[in-house]
């Protein structure tokens, strides 16, 4: 085969998986995806979370000789700490009425999170530009942050515009001049977006605390 596709075949493989036993586990970062006899699954593994999640299914009801797959979600990184919501929420709330964001990222070294501020280019009470935060060599993103100000928290058609590449979960948080904000949240992986419907009770506590407007 030619070398250019020789080269994206390698980078995002096709795994036939097997009936009889697991089938072998990602050697390297990155992603992959898996036909089974259930359909086709995108594979992501990163130092701080895999998954495998279908996105295709067979139309057509072809015996397919090959194994089951069933979706997983890991978060290697663990749970995000309450309190870094509450500074965001702390953040959102000194920058009212205008929208502002952060990041909230995750050392594959120490294993340590922290907030991190986005470089703004503009702002205001209808919209956020910005640039990625500098961030050091082994820190991912786990959490991009931004609010809303008066505005209630939910992913607009700029969103899903801005998350549709990332692996990544996105916060958004609205009505943040109220007692207790407003939360939008959902993972992002590759296009696929999945909206939890109920954010940890701890980040309505705690954003009780967090910097009245
Ligand atoms: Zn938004």
Redesign the pocket.
């Known amino acids: 085969m030619n070398a250019a596709d020789s080269v994206l075949q390698r980078s995002f493989p096709t795994v036939m998986v097997p009936r009889r036993e697991p089938v072998g586990p990602m050697t390297s970062a990155g992603e992959r995806l898996l036909v089974g006899e259930n359909g086709v699954f995108l594979e992501i593994s990163l130092p701080w979370i895999s998954l495998v999640r279908r996105v295709a299914s067979f139309t057509a009801s072809i015996p397919i000789p090959y194994g089951r797959v069933e979706e997983h979600t890991n978060l290697v990184c663990g749970r995000v700490p309450e309190e870094l919501i509450g500074e965001f929420v702390a953040m959102a709330r000194a920058a009212y009425p205008n929208e502002t964001g952060s990041w909230i990222v995750w050392s594959t070294r120490t294993r340590q999170f922290r907030l991190l501020p986005v470089v703004i280019l503009s702002q205001s009470s209808g919209s956020l530009k910005y640039d990625r935060p500098e961030r050091h060599d082994d820190e991912v993103l786990i959490i991009d942050c ?1 609010s ?1 100000g008066r505005h209630p928290a939910y ?2 058609s ?2 899903n515009e801005d998350d549709k590449h990332d692996i990544k979960f996105s916060l ?1 948080v609205g009505n943040c001049a109220a007692h207790v904000p407003s939360f939008a949240f959902r993972l992002c992986a590759k296009g696929i977006f999945e909206e939890v419907e109920r954010v940890p009770a701890a980040w309505y506590r705690i954003s009780k605390l967090a910097g009245a407007v």
Request: charged residues 15%.
């Open positions: 931004h809303h992913f607009s700029t969103d958004v």
